[in-house]
């Protein structure tokens, strides 16, 4: 089955990520995105996910991951290189109502990782449901090109106007409106 799309909300939701190399930095560097309540656990650190963690003032263990470390987070990444580590966090995480993302495996996720694009208000997210991470990647960078950057200005005023007005047909017409005429105009 397809994964339901949906926009989680990170605010006080604290977040693990087990693993310190290149995969644990891409995902680290897609959450910061939209959280900054990120802590990491990993025996060893490449140098870019250490640079990245200090800068970004995040908490992180220099250690093997222990049975019991997730008991205080929502969500949880496992991007470490072993399959088995990944099934067991997974199996832990239903113990403790924690969302699992695991690196390896879709069989150990709750959720799953989209390709994504983000312009201010504007979040577009793309997912292959596991098939072909690389597709999703360059349809990303297809879409990337189409859309102008001025949209996260259009969507502030967008905001602006539909908090000052009254709701009602008139509001929802003239919003129509104005949302299909920026459409149509970003390719002239
Ligand atoms: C989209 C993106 C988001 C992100 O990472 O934030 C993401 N993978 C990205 C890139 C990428 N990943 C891989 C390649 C090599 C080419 C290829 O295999 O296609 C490339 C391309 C590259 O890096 O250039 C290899 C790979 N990926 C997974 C496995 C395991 C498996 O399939 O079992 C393996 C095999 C490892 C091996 O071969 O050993 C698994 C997952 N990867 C997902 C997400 C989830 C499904 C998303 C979906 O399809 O909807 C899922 C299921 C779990 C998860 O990670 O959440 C990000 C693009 C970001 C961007 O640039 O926009
Ligand atoms: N989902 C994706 O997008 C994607 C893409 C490519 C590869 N992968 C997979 O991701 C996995 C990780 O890849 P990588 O390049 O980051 O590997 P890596 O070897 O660079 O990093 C593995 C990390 O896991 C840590 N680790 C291992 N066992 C641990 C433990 N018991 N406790 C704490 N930390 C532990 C290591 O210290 C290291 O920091 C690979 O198995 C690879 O197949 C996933």
Redesign the pocket.
């Known amino acids: 089955m397809a994964y339901f799309p949906a926009f989680l909300k990170l605010d006080n939701k604290k977040i693990l990520i087990?693993?310190?190399?290149?995969?644990?930095?891409?995902k680290l560097d897609h959450l910061l995105d939209f959280t900054k309540d990120i802590h990491v656990?990993?025996?060893?650190?490449?140098d870019e996910?250490l640079q990245r963690i200090k800068s970004e003032n995040l908490e992180y263990e220099k250690?093997?991951?222990k049975e019991g470390d997730i008991k205080e987070f929502a969500v949880v990444i496992v991007?470490?290189?072993?399959?088995e580590?990944q099934a067991e966090i997974f199996q832990e995480s239903k113990k403790y109502n924690c969302l699992c993302n695991a690196?390896?495996s879709v069989d150990y996720c709750d959720f799953i990782?989209p390709s994504y694009i983000k312009k201010g208000d504007l979040t577009i997210a793309v997912s292959t449901s596991g098939a072909s991470?690389a597709m999703a990647k360059h349809l990303r960078r297809y879409l990337q090109n189409m859309i102008p950057n001025t949209i996260s200005e259009f969507l502030k005023e967008m905001k602006a106007l539909r908090k000052s007005l009254p709701k009602g047909k008139e509001r929802m017409k003239m919003l129509d409106e104005k949302a299909k005429n920026y459409i149509e105009n970003w390719s002239k």
């Open positions: 087990v693993g310190g190399g290149n995969i644990a930095y891409e656990i990993a025996q060893e650190y490449s996910m250690r093997a991951y991007a470490v290189d072993s399959i580590l690196v390896d990782f991470p």
